[in-house]
T-cell receptor
Framework: AQTVTQSQPEMSVQEAETVTLSCTYD???????LFWYKQPPSRQMILVIR??????QNATENRFSVNFQKAAKSFSLKISDSQLGDAAMYFC?????????????FGKGTKLSVKP | ETGVTQTPRHLVMGMTNKKSLKCEQH?????MYWYKQSAKKPLELMFV???????ENNSVPSRFSPECPNSSHLFLHLHTLQPEDSALYLC???????????????FGPGTRLTVL
């Protein structure tokens, strides 16, 4: 079975600085998808960025980018120019390609604090 | 209203009570999900419905009973729950066509359930 591990329960970053959140996963599949979701306090979870495993190029969405290392099964999230609104729980998630839909497998999350 | 809404936002119930959680999506999606989010644990997928048909039951105890009368509404009926069932219950939806594996899931704000 696939698993997702986020080894940093909490992280802190100074406003305007850069922070990297770690995520590793375990799978025997070659095709899959990876996601980072953000859950602000008392607010809805939203998708931050996603990556298809067959794409070598790292995904980028404005200040958010990933470092996808397929061989190492690593999928870290880099947040540049951190803003106060980036404070949230961040969840890394994995999904197989094909098969039954909707089976997102989540990590335990990393709580990110942003200091002014 | 837009997006995914959930009611009630907070619920306290005794172990002998029967209650229902409601989820409604206004996005024209065809797939809907129930997740359980417990403290310090990864999000757990409970049920998946696609075009009103249940496509996934992730070994959930029978004291949780889902119902999907149409593609816009999803219910979770609760009866004789245990204190360990206390958690945040999240509903999500996505389009049920195309590359559903890759499609973004849109989450509701959740129902905070406390079982006494």
């Amino acid at each position: 079975a696939q698993t997702v591990t986020q080894s940093q329960p909490e992280m802190s970053v100074q406003e305007a600085e850069t922070v990297t959140l770690s995520c590793t996963y375990d799978t025997s599949e070659s095709d899959y998808y990876l996601f980072w979701y953000k859950q602000p306090p008392s607010r809805q979870m939203i998708l931050v960025i996603r990556q298809e495993a067959y794409k070598q190029q790292n995904a980028t969405e404005n200040r958010f980018s990933v470092n996808f290392q397929k061989a190492a099964k690593s999928f870290s999230l880099k947040i540049s120019d951190s803003q106060l609104g980036d404070a949230a729980m961040y969840f890394c998630a994995y999904r197989n390609y094909g098969g039954s839909q909707g089976n997102l497998i989540f990590g335990k999350g990393t709580k990110l604090s942003v200091k002014p | 209203e837009t997006g995914v809404t959930q009611t009630p936002r907070h619920l306290v119930m005794g172990m002998t009570n029967k209650k229902s959680l409601k989820c409604e999506q206004h996005l024209g999606h065809n797939a809907m999900y129930w997740y359980k989010q417990s403290a310090k644990k990864p999000l757990e997928l409970m049920f998946v419905y696609n075009f009103k048909e249940q496509t996934e039951n992730n070994s959930v105890p029978s004291r949780f009973s889902p119902e999907c009368p149409n593609s816009s509404h999803l219910f979770l009926h609760l009866h004789t729950l245990q204190p360990e069932d206390s958690a945040l219950y999240l509903c999500a939806s996505t389009t049920g066509t195309g590359d559903v594996q890759y499609n973004e899931q849109f989450f509701g704000p959740g129902t905070r359930l406390t079982v006494l």
